[in-house]
């Protein structure tokens, strides 16, 4: 029996109907080198000889009675691999177009809570394109919850079930597996009263979780009512950061990753995440250009970061922490750009301040953290003041070497990211095999004529080699203001606030 840890338990009291808290992945691949087609029959064979390598596959959400404390993870006595895998059959659809649509309407749909939380859908009848012609693949659909694993661990999984040689692996029968007696209702009442003690602001959290219950259904009566502090952020007002449906599509692109390294090459100082948050900042100006949008100020990112050390590798969980990263859209030169993006990230203390996950939530259990980003969508706070920050972007290293699944080659990955209110867009970069592949994560009802990302992200790579080779060595270097606040310091203070605020008023 293990407990998440407060961040994980983060993202399963953030979830909603309209903000489903799980990462997604469609795996394209090639089975036209097999002798005959994968069956569906054989891939749930495969991966049932598979279970034991990821044991978060058979394990459950165990509650705790009145929300005492965090959930744990239990085995789950009644796994049956069978709800949680599905099958549809692309037929005369099996474009690439379609399997996209069919995901992004997958991906819509919360998994549910009453069995581990993952799903696979294997599409059959999917055809690649291909220079030599259509080739005949089939695709699978993954759902992974964020209280599970990271964007990280994520890509360690499917590394785990995939293989590295295209020799299918003899499948074997499952390893027997004996469920691990869930625990009593007595037994995590007790642990969870024994966790209170030990942890005094768990009791603030009861407190604000039973007037979170007794106000839920004032907020929606009273919501511009408010008077809520004006924060010290900089992040301007953009076009992602509006109240979301749950309405999601996702756009991806690829470009090859030595056009970034060579760029990398060219600007000498800088690294090749760099590069890649240039590329996509180059991409969302020209975007907004092309809406005739102007923002104040340039747009900022919100990077996650792992921070999990090699004697403390684990599959499951989230070890990250986050840093705002100023995106210098501002700076008409892409070249440069990725200049002042590297020095932001390195040098100015507001943007190299990381904000630790562990720390923001020590500080504030995720109940309390659940109800703070509560009251931000629910308060519009990002329309009425300047948001905390613009885009989430990840950018997420794969495997360079070719994975397999019974001899069919995987040639192709995308990935989706959980979005959330006043955050309608979220980037997610992946590499895998000399590629690197954007994909774009977004709300359409937020984000329109988001068909043209695609073409702006290769307009911008050329525009960015272009630049780079005319960029003088000292050009992006100039010095930079020095910061006026402690980023961590306003967030934890406008978060503190926010909840004080928005229940002191309802108490009253």
Known sequence: MRQLSELDASFLYLESDTTPMHIGGIYLFDASGLSNPLAFSTFVAYLRSRLHVVPLFRQKLKEIPLRLGRPYWVDDADFSIERHLAYVNLGEHGKQASLISLASKILEEPLKRDRPLWHITFVDGFRIDDPEGEKEGFALIV????????AFSGEEIMGKLLEYTPSPRTITPPRPWLPRQEPSEERVFLQAGANMLKTPMQLASLAYNAAEATTRGLIQKQLHKLPLPLPLFTAPHSPFNRQITANRRIVSTSVDLSRLKAIKGSLVDVT??????????????????????????????????????????????????AMLLDLATAEPNPAARIRRIHRNAVESEPYREAIAADRLTELLPSTLLALSARLYSELQVAQRYQPLFNVPITNVPGPQVPLYLQGARLVRQYNSAPLFDSLGLVIVAVSYQGQLTLNFTLCPDVVADSDQLPELVHDSLE??????AELGPDQGHEQFPEPQHNLTDDVLAYVEKLLKGGLGRFRR
């Not at 759902?143 to 694993?149: P, R």
């Open 272 to 321: 090749l995440n760099d590069v890649v948050l240039g590329l996509c900042a180059e991409s969302l100006a020209r975007y907004l250009a092309n809406q005739n949008i102007e923002t104040k100020s340039s747009l900022v990112a919100m990077t996650p970061i792992s921070v999990r050390s090699s004697s403390l590798r684990k599959a499951t969980g989230n070890q990250m922490s």
């Open 463 to 468: 525009a960015i080699e272009k630049a780079a």
């Open 143 to 150: 759902k992974l919850h964020h209280a599970a694993i990271d």
